[in-house]
């Protein structure tokens, strides 16, 4: 079976995220569970990491890129993220502050 | 403008280049569609999460997350839903470079495998809470992880089931436009989900082991 | 678990309003008989009429299981109709009851008039302002971008029928059970198991999941459709702003939806499976609920409110006889409307307890969506100007509008000042302000655009004389129910009241019920104008399919428009495309050649996957568990057979196309061409004459 270079270059890809992923999934599980830090930064580290996980997958698995053919798709998950921290830091806004506000 | 005049080609699985204009556009928004869908979809998962935020402490003098999460079992969790979609993207790149059904087959079965292990240790972790007392009525806290990871959980569910429907219209139609179009939905649904967990396992499970 | 406990669940025979009404007939009681009495009389009667016409082959055929957008979008409206009927009546019985229950009880109950107020507001929001806007969105969208039908056509017919679905589940509930008490919000604890045990909280959860299903659906339809089905040529800035419009709803109900769908169906988790997220104890927080309420709900009020924005800018252009005063500003304005309705909705909970600078916060947000809105009045008083203006049926309803919009959006600024809000919130005050920004915002939109397009979608013109009626009806019915609504409002009379004890709000109250029986026959008026335009179709007819010499692609295509929209796709070049063509006498030319169409053929699968769900809610409801999985399985398994299906489209042959469209160019050289001042009179046959 004769492999093709854009064959490779699909696997390639695939194999990067897929390798990415692991290794970050791994730092985080680290991080709690070796107490690498103080409990406060550990979870800034791994939202951090989560973020950083997400874009790999987002370029890796479902091949977002900046690239002129995938614009409206990236156009769209951009909107949907500013949506998204609108409504999620909204939230905790507010109802951690009634909530605080009741203590 | 994005848009129109110029049909997008990107998507691993399918190779359209010799396809006439109406194929190409249709498939272009056959995709783009399930992207909204997908996003209306992550909308309401961040709403849930939110919810989560909310409720974290509220375990109402139950157990709490420390007791019964499992470090073990949620990293496993991880490693297969992580493997099951590398395991997709086989699906489509045998797909797109014309390897045939059998590979097509072969990568399929094994993502649902995969897909399967995660559910049963899932399961699993969920059965154990309950014989805990962890269960949803106990408290707000514990109401949220089930409705949050049980979500999850229904749609890896739907997934598979999706993949024993693509498998039959496989075997009677053979990569046709509109199986591959499904196909191609399928890994980005697949894919979307991992993306889900990446945030479940960090603000669930990890942030409530946080010692 | 006796045998009739698994057959029917919680259904007795006290549930059916009938048993209700023998057992008390009160007065309160004998309107909720008559009213379920309507509800099955007249099924019944437009059944019988539908067999004694031998129409349901033809309705199945036709209608009932067409793909076509422009059926489907004029279903939308004649089920909107019927339920904007229902609750308008409704609003009639609320007002009767507080003009009369002055320290007395009046003609309802208090559980009743809370059903009353329930209902009126889900059906108005829900199964009203929304199918309304996406029946006209679905007819008039595609043909306005240039393409042949939505991009998922029968996922539009899905959306459809899961709306129907909702709409059958409240009229359900008007015979078998009763409905929410709770407000159309439905705000926890009040309506969880612990203070609500009964049909009505569940009614209210699966019927608004229905709509909400569906809208989210018609959302992620309308924009894929708009985004990737436009002619060639259609740039983003060429769009008529009704399709910016569009755009902009589709894109308020896909993320705006999922927080509703969160909302009920947390609430559904409390009342079914004994959670605590909205509960009183164990760990529950009912300002979840309320949070994720209003984050769905705020942009919900820009999507009833958008689509009649793009009416106005289309009917006010058109009757003006002028190109659209600031087309950029109205678009950038639009989407600023879109994008800050995200960020405002604690407004509707000021008083819920959370911080001033948080209240000040969105406060200030709130007021900003004043500006964009200013634009949009300026942009089109500009447009008038100067214009040739006909003051037809149509314009009275937009200018109406912009009066009254303005006198609502000042109110609109008072509340969003937190201070303020603490005065007069859950007050008459803010009954009155939604109503001033709903009615016309919403209602003379609709109106608007129904005259307007109307003539497209059936070939003949609306009865100009009694749109007249019905506009004075509408404005001047909104001014009296309202207004007094304001005053006593601020006189701190506490909305949902259904009974009142002081002797001197009777003026008020009374001149808010003749207001109400005034929009009453407003809509008796429009129904009058459907009837009495049918009868006098002959002399109206303009089948040459452009009556007011206006500007976007949708008029240029014969009355009733055939099935695929356009004989060839044009290409467009620059705004207002029909405009241009006139005037370059580009219009009316027949294509160099004609190509075989491809449409989707007509499914049943829309119609069964839509029942299918309702019959799950419906089984959800009452505990009737095989019906629920019944529904469920009939739903899930058209979805998958469908999927198998591989010959979804049939073809209209090129030759087919080129004869309907000679014949269409044919009729156009032969009808008369008739200037503007004459659009109302029988002359006009849809051609309009050049005047630049």
Wanted: proline share 4%; hydrophobic share 50%; net charge neutral.
């Amino acid at each position: 079976m004769k492999i093709s270079p854009s064959l490779r270059a699909d696997f390639l890809t695939y194999l990067t995220g897929y390798g990415l992923a692991i290794v970050l999934t791994g730092i985080s599980f680290a991080f709690v569970f070796y107490r690498l830090l103080a409990p406060e930064a550990v979870f800034a580290v791994i939202l951090f990491l989560a973020l950083i996980q997400i874009i790999v997958h987002l370029r890796c698995f479902l091949h977002i890129s900046l690239k002129q053919s995938s614009r409206s798709d990236l156009q769209l998950i951009l909107f949907s993220a500013l949506i998204i921290a609108l409504m999620v830091c909204g939230t905790l806004i507010v109802v951690l502050d009634q909530k605080a506000r009741m203590m | 403008m994005a848009g129109v005049s110029q049909p997008e080609l990107r998507h691993v699985g399918l190779n359209l280049t010799d396809e006439p204009r109406e194929v190409r556009e249709q498939v272009e928004s056959d995709v783009f569609g399930f992207w909204v869908f997908l996003m209306s979809d992550a909308v309401m998962f961040a709403c849930l999460f939110a919810v989560y935020a909310t409720v974290r402490h509220a375990t109402a003098g139950g157990p709490t997350a420390a007791q019964e999460f499992k470090f073990h079992s949620a990293f496993w969790e991880t490693a297969l839903l992580l493997t099951s979609s590398f395991a997709y993207g086989m699906v489509s790149i045998s797909m797109k470079h014309t390897r045939g059904r059998l590979w097509i087959a072969v990568f399929m079965v094994l993502t649902f495998c995969l897909g399967a292990g995660f559910l049963k240790m899932e399961t699993h972790d969920f059965i154990t809470m309950f014989h805990d007392g962890a269960t949803p009525e106990r408290s707000g806290f514990f109401s949220c992880v089930f409705v949050l990871v049980g979500m999850h959980g229904f749609h890896v569910f739907s997934g598979m089931m999706w993949m024993i429907v693509m498998g039959l219209q496989l075997a009677i139609y053979g990569p046709d436009q509109r199986t591959k179009i499904n196909l191609i939905r399928l890994g980005l649904f697949w894919h979307f989900l991992d993306v889900i967990w990446v945030v479940i396992f960090t603000v669930v499970y990890l942030q409530g082991l946080i010692r | 678990m006796t045998f009739w406990h698994i057959l029917l669940g919680r259904l007795t025979w006290t549930s059916i309003a009938f048993v209700r009404t023998w057992r008390d007939p009160t007065i309160s009681g004998i309107i909720g008989g008559g009213a379920a009495a309507v509800a099955v009389g007249g099924a019944v009667v437009v059944l019988a009429l539908l067999t004694y016409l031998r129409a349901w082959r033809y309705l199945w055929t036709e209608w009932m299981t067409s793909l076509d957008h422009k059926k489907i979008g004029i279903m939308y409206m004649v089920v909107a109709g019927v339920m904007l009927t229902r609750a308008l009546i409704e609003a009639v019985v609320m007002r009767t009851q507080q003009a009369i229950a002055i320290n007395n009880q009046g003609i309802v109950a208090p559980a009743h008039f809370a059903e009353l107020f329930t209902t009126h507001g889900t059906i108005m929001i829900f199964f009203v302002g929304m199918p309304l806007l996406i029946g006209l969105m679905n007819y008039v969208m595609p043909l306005q971008i240039g393409a042949r039908d939505v991009a998922f056509p029968y996922m539009n017919s899905i959306s459809l029928w899961l709306t129907i679905g909702g709409g059958i589940m409240l009229m359900a509930s008007l015979v078998i059970g009763k409905f929410s008490t709770g407000g159309w919000s439905g705000y926890p604890p009040y309506t969880e198991l612990a203070f609500n045990g009964g049909v009505g909280p569940d009614y209210w959860i699966w019927s608004v999941s229905l709509s909400s299903l569906g809208a989210l659906m018609t959302g992620i339809n309308f924009a894929v459709t708009v985004y990737k089905l436009r002619a060639p040529g259609m740039t983003w800035m060429r769009l008529p702003l009704f399709t910016w419009t569009t755009l902009c709803t589709s894109i308020l109900m896909i993320f705006a939806v999922p927080p509703l769908t969160i909302a009920t169906l947390l609430l559904a988790a409390d009342r079914y499976l004994g959670m605590h997220f909205f509960t009183n104890d164990l760990g529950g927080n009912m300002m979840n609920f309320v949070n994720l309420f209003w984050l769905f709900g705020h942009p919900e009020v820009y999507i009833l409110i958008l689509p009649p924005f793009g009416v106005y800018s289309e009917v006010v252009s058109a009757y003006s006889s002028k190109e659209l005063y600031g087309y950029t500003s109205l678009v950038i304005a639009t989407m600023a409307i879109a994008i800050l309705s995200f960020t405002v909705w604690l407004h509707h909970f000021f008083t819920m307890g959370q911080s001033a600078p948080i209240n000040a916060f969105f406060g200030i947000a709130t007021m900003l969506i004043g500006i964009p809105t200013g634009v949009k009045i300026y942009d089109w008083i500009w447009t008038m100007f100067w214009g040739e203006v006909r003051l037809n049926t149509a314009m009275l309803f937009s200018i109406g509008f912009m009066v009254t919009f303005v006198i609502g959006g000042m109110s609109g600024i008072i509340l969003a000042t937190p201070p303020v809000d603490y005065m007069v919130h859950n007050t008459l005050f803010l009954i009155a302000h939604f109503h001033n920004m709903l009615i016309p915002g919403m209602l003379f939109g609709v109106i608007a655009g129904y005259y307007y397009w109307f003539p497209k979608a059936f070939g003949f013109r609306l009865s100009e004389t009694w749109g007249r009626r019905a506009f004075y009806c509408w404005f001047f019915g909104f001014y009296l129910a309202f207004m007094p609504l304001y005053v006593m409002g601020l006189g701190g009379v506490a909305r949902r009241s259904q009974e009142l004890f002081d002797p001197a709000l009777r003026p008020w109250t009374l001149i808010a019920e003749f207001g109400a029986l005034l929009l009453l026959t407003g809509l008796a008026c429009i129904f009058i104008q459907l009837y009495v335009s049918i009868r006098e179709r002959h002399s109206t007819r303009v089948p040459v399919g452009d009556p007011w010499d206006a500007r976007g692609l949708e008029w240029s295509m014969s009355a009733p428009p055939p099935e695929y929209n356009f004989a060839t796709i044009p290409q467009v070049s620059r705004r207002d495309a029909f405009y241009w063509r006139k005037k370059y006498d580009g219009a009316y030319q027949p294509a160099d050649h004609y190509r075989d169409i491809e449409l989707p053929k007509n499914s049943m699968c829309g119609i069964l996957v839509g029942m299918g769900l309702t019959a799950c809610f419906f089984g959800f409801v009452w505990h009737i568990w095989w019906l629920a999985f019944l529904g469920f399985a009939i739903a899930l398994g058209t979805a998958i057979t469908r999927s198998f299906m591989r010959d979804v489209k049939r073809i209209i042959p090129a030759e087919e196309v080129a004869a309907h469209d000679r014949r269409w160019l044919d009729r156009a050289a032969a009808a008369r061409p008739i200037s503007r001042h004459l659009e109302l009179t029988p002359e006009n046959e849809g051609l309009a004459k050049w005047q630049g």
